[in-house]
């Protein structure tokens, strides 16, 4: 395709964009649509643009129904092959690490250790890099997946003195009926939020503030808004803004700065940290190189 012929194509593009955005009410600057992080193609305003329809409610309350089973199917099917271990967590979180902790004295009794609660923790692809590097936490790991919390116990590092691996369900299980309110250190929540039905967030993260003590951070990390994963959709998997189904019946929503600061905020914490991070995928097999986009913040219980 010639350059001319791209600007032709570009230029029926721009016009259809403009029609469509009249049409569902997309405001007239719409190929300003993005952050600062991903500024979106003509092509990839004009897809969105198009993906109006959303599944049906019938659709939609069977899979919030069937959440849980849909998720210990994934595990079924993949076992703990799919995730890769996360060492880049103390990196990234450094109030993870023992030098953090002896640099800021959040330790007076070396011999205690701090609680750090993995929510959605699967089959423990974060918690045994920790356990490994022998980090001064005790873990609390929970999941609502039976089957991932079996894995994550027949793993061979797993040590009932470092770790306690338990189910729940955040949204409806209450956490302090296993954890004393008040006692955790460290939430650790990482793609996790972005599986759990929007109207429904407020109240996990809730439920996390329970047990974290005053002063306690949430270390988070998921989806960023405009993600590839996100444009990547087609048409009939879209649940409502931003929160798709994907085809093994999973969830994923994709968070903006700004609705998961109102969202952490109206829960009770102060956010520390908010920001997007991109990073690429590469398959070096296939040659090809996707760019991402992800969330990362830390959030902190207010002391009063």
């Not at 004009?46 to 998720?71: G, H, R």
Request: charged share 30%.
């Amino acid at each position: 395709m010639t350059s001319c012929q791209s600007s032709d194509r570009n230029d029926k593009l721009n016009d259809h964009c403009l029609s469509s955005s009249a049409n569902h009410n997309f405001h007239t600057e719409v190929y300003e649509k993005g952050h600062y992080a991903r500024k979106l193609t003509v092509e990839e305003v004009y897809k969105l643009s198009k993906d109006t329809n959303v599944v049906n409610d019938f659709k939609q309350k069977k899979l919030e129904k069937e959440a849980k089973k849909n998720w210990d199917l994934f595990y079924k099917r993949n076992e703990t092959r799919f995730f890769k271990d996360r060492h880049w967590t103390t990196r990234e979180f450094e109030e993870l690490t023992s030098d953090y902790h002896i640099r800021n004295k959040i330790q007076d009794n070396q011999e205690k250790k701090l609680i750090l609660l993995e929510v959605g923790c699967g089959v423990g692809n974060l918690i045994f890099p920790l356990i490994e590097e022998k980090t001064n936490v005790f873990i609390y790991a929970c999941d609502f997946s039976p089957r991932a919390v079996q894995y994550l116990k027949d793993h061979h590092s797993y040590d009932d003195t470092k770790c306690f691996a338990f189910l729940c369900d955040l949204t409806q299980d209450n956490l302090a009926a296993t954890i004393i309110p008040g006692s955790v250190d460290f939430v650790s929540m990482v793609f996790v939020l972005s599986a759990i039905h929007p109207e429904k967030m407020k109240a996990v993260l809730t439920n996390v503030h329970q047990v974290l003590k005053p002063g306690g951070l949430v270390l988070f990390r998921d989806y960023g808004l405009y993600d590839q994963a996100m444009l990547r959709f087609s048409s009939g998997h879209k649940l409502s803004e931003n929160f798709y189904v994907r085809q093994d019946g999973t969830r994923a929503f994709y968070f903006s700065e700004e609705y998961l600061s109102r969202l952490f905020k109206n829960a009770g914490y102060e956010v520390v940290t908010n920001k997007y991070v991109t990073r690429e995928t590469v398959n070096k097999k296939e040659g090809i190189c996707v760019p991402r986009i992800f969330i990362q913040g830390k959030f902190c219980k207010l002391l009063s």
